[in-house]
């Protein structure tokens, strides 16, 4: 099977599915269509996974995607959001080929700016649009939580619809544990990795929340997706407060087992609808490196860590001590993670992406 996958700008959830396809045998040639840099470019690893990375133009997205489908004799397009706009030219530029949209964000729940794969000229209206049409006409959908999936069905209609967690990888599971910082000089260490913004109100504004887990005397290790000089600036000024910068996701895993939690709560400000339908990367990640996750009682985190009892969901900061001297709480928490972290992987679990791409390939469209 030849798979077209579309995303602006190609993210670990890309580099995620293939090595899992590859890891459980399924037998599919990826094409990646992007228009801004490609995983190896961005994060210094992934290209060599694909069976190719094709820079797609912006002016002619329509014509680009046809002669890729054409090239690579494409059986089905896969396409992640956000934004929504490379479905939409997907399904412009093709009507004999099932289309998937992914859902990982929806920009019509947010406030503040979607800025990751934008392109000049596509204003906040364009982007709903988009995300209107990506989501009424393609075949399929994709989404990274059930509560998304009720947004989308309710806002758009239902599809052929399917929930597919931002699961971690069983090729990036830490090989080992290292010590416990914790364990050396007694103290409480949580790290954070992921996006940072400087954006007022935004939902990755962390700063201040950084600053009172700090003011409690808990560490807070930072390891950003992207450099943010911010963050920097604000660990210089705080020793509870340690910006570690970027770390390659290769290395990544292993490196943050050395805390004792990882910390996924988001500031509400400006986009609380956005938040209470997103299931982020780290919370899956924290699990498969072993840490219970600490987050904001943010609907579907809060359902996915009750339910499996993987972690702490707290209403304030001013709760936190009290809920991390817990030690019966700490010790069930610690042994659900044990027991569950390899059940929330993308191998785990793929079997439904697989039917997925084979049903739609055969012609076959149901509801999911």
């Known amino acids: 099977m030849n798979v077209l996958f579309l995303r602006p700008q190609p993210g670990i959830r890309s580099l995620k599915y293939i090595l899992a396809f590859r890891n459980v045998g399924f ?12 995983l190896t470019e961005y994060y210094g690893y ?4 694909f069976k190719e990375f094709v820079k797609l133009d912006l002016e002619n997205l329509e014509r680009d995607i046809r002669r890729v489908v054409d090239r690579y004799h494409v059986d089905l397009i896969h396409s992640q959001n956000a934004p929504d706009y490379l479905t939409v030219s997907a399904i412009r530029a093709v009507d004999d080929l099932p289309i998937i949209h992914e859902n990982q964000d929806a920009i019509s729940l947010r406030k503040t700016p979607y800025s990751p794969g934008a392109y000049p000229g596509n204003d906040v209206k364009d982007q709903l649009m988009n995300e209107r049409i990506a989501n009424e006409k ?11 999936r009720d947004y989308i069905q309710k806002t758009y209609g239902s599809k052929m619809d399917l929930v597919f967690y931002n699961y971690g990888s069983m090729q990036m599971l ?12 007694g103290q409480v260490h949580i790290v954070y990795e992921g996006t940072l913004a400087s954006f007022d109100g935004d939902h990755y504004d962390l700063a201040e929340i950084f600053e009172g887990i700090a003011s409690h005397q808990l560490h807070v290790h930072i390891y950003a997706a992207n450099a943010n000089l911010d963050y920097k600036k604000l660990a210089e ?6 910006y570690h910068g970027h770390s390659d996701t290769r290395k990544l895993f292993e ?14 400000a400006k986009n609380k609808p956005h938040m209470d339908v997103a299931l982020p990367n780290k919370t899956m990640e924290y699990l498969a490196c072993g840490l219970p996750t600490l987050s904001f009682p943010h609907k579907a985190q809060k359902s996915f860590i009750q339910k499996h009892g993987v972690g702490i969901v707290i209403e304030d900061l001013e709760n936190l001590p009290e809920k991390l001297s817990d030690k019966n709480l700490l010790k069930n928490i610690r042994e659900n993670i044990m027991r569950k972290r390899l059940q ?3 191998e785990k679990n793929l079997d439904k992406i697989i039917d997925l791409y084979q049903d739609l390939a055969s012609g076959v469209k149901k509801h999911i």
């Open 46 to 49: 992934g290209d060599e996974y």
């Open 344 to 346: 929330f992987t993308f």
């Open 237 to 242: 000024k705080n020793s509870f407060i340690h």
């Open 255 to 268: 490196e943050i087992t050395r805390y004792d939690f990882g910390w996924a709560g988001f500031n509400n």
């Open 138 to 148: 393609c075949d399929a959908r994709i989404n990274v939580s059930e509560e998304l």
């Open 27 to 38: 037998d599919v040639n990826i094409i990646h269509g992007y228009v801004c840099k490609t």
């Open 174 to 185: 830490p090989s080992s544990f290292k010590e416990k910082l914790s364990k050396k000089d």
